[in-house]
């Protein structure tokens, strides 16, 4: 028992001195997710406008906008090598990073590529997406620690980094487009996500949750079956499911 605290205090001591404190972790880390989950939560908004603004057909526009957001759906799946990885910090700051240059890519090839290109790489944005969002929510615990208090006011701010990723991101895309153009709105979203893998990265760091036994890591079925057999977890998907319908849609006259 005496070594087990020994230890306990140690590793907390030297979380404590490599981040600056829980404090300045969680100050980077409501950084980190804003960031990301504005780019994720504008990017669509963006698409929407640089095709309609440039005389693209609502089908084109709904399409692309779709290859963003679809690819969501693929959060079970995309999760797991975050779930195997020994430093979760590099596979989401490696997430952020594909985002940034796939998406800058789809736009700046939009119109002077076939629909089918940007439409990939959209696509291969959109499925980075889950590492913005939920995937970033992973590194909580190495930051606020086991106390109830500390972690019920990081989740409080992580919940805030979702409304400020729903709200921020399409109200940015709609005043950079007004200011300069969509494609500049969609590039500054990139820019973003680009600055939010470094902030991951300075994120403490959290052992890996498998100890090295990759084996007890629930493959994605099992994974489904649990949440599908479980009310609570059942009952909290439903819930996100509900929040999501009130995400903010694209009311410029060019979407309309």
Known sequence: MNHRTTATGANAASVSTSTGGRGGGLVRYVVAAALARTADGGAVVAVILLVTSSGGSGTLAGALGACITAPHLLGPFVARPLDLAQDGRKVIASACLLYAAVLATGVLTYARAPALVTALLLAVAGTCGPLLTGGISSRLPAIVGPET???????????????????????????LSGWASPSAAALAL?????VAAGCVLLLPYAPAAHGGDRTAILKPGPTLALVARTGRLRRTVYLTMIVALGLPHCRSPQCT
């Open 149 to 175: 208090r500390t972690q019920r006011r990081a989740q409080g701010w992580d919940v805030a980094t979702y409304g400020i990723g729903g709200t921020v991101g399409p109200s940015l895309v709609a005043a």
């Open 190 to 194: 990139a820019g973003g996500a680009g």
